[in-house]
C-alpha cells in the first residue's frame, strides 16, 4: 500500500487571522498507518502536538527560519 503524504501550510491563514484547526483535522482525517502529514507553521504548534498524538502521531519539528516551523507527523496506529 502507497504511503500518502498531506502536506499543508498555515502560514497565510494565521497572517489573516483564520483558524486552521479544521483544516488540519480534515487533512489528518483519512491519513492510516505509516502516512505523513506535514504542516508548516508560523510557531512551533505545541498545543497540536498533544491532539495529533491522542490520534495517534508521532512527531518531529523543525525551526526553517524565523516564522517558519515544519513538523512531520506521522501516524503510528
Known amino acids: 500500500m502507497e504511503q500518502r503524504i498531506i502536506e499543508l501550510d498555515v502560514r497565510e491563514d494565521l497572517k489573516n487571522k483564520i483558524e486552521p484547526f ?4 480534515v487533512a489528518i482525517k483519512e491519513l492510516k498507518k505509516d502516512d505523513i ?41
Not at 479544521?22 to 483535522?25: A, G, N, S
Not at 505545541?46 to 495517534?56: I, N, R, S, T
Not at 508521532?58 to 496506529?77: A, G, M, P, Q
Open 37 to 77: 502529514f506535514i504542516l508548516h507553521a508560523p510557531f512551533k504548534p505545541v498545543p497540536l502536538f498533544a491532539v495529533l498524538k491522542a490520534k495517534g502521531f508521532t512527531h518531529e519539528e523543525e525551526e526553517l527560519e524565523s516564522k517558519h516551523w515544519k513538523v512531520i507527523f506521522r501516524k503510528k496506529s
Open 22 to 25: 479544521q483544516k488540519i483535522m
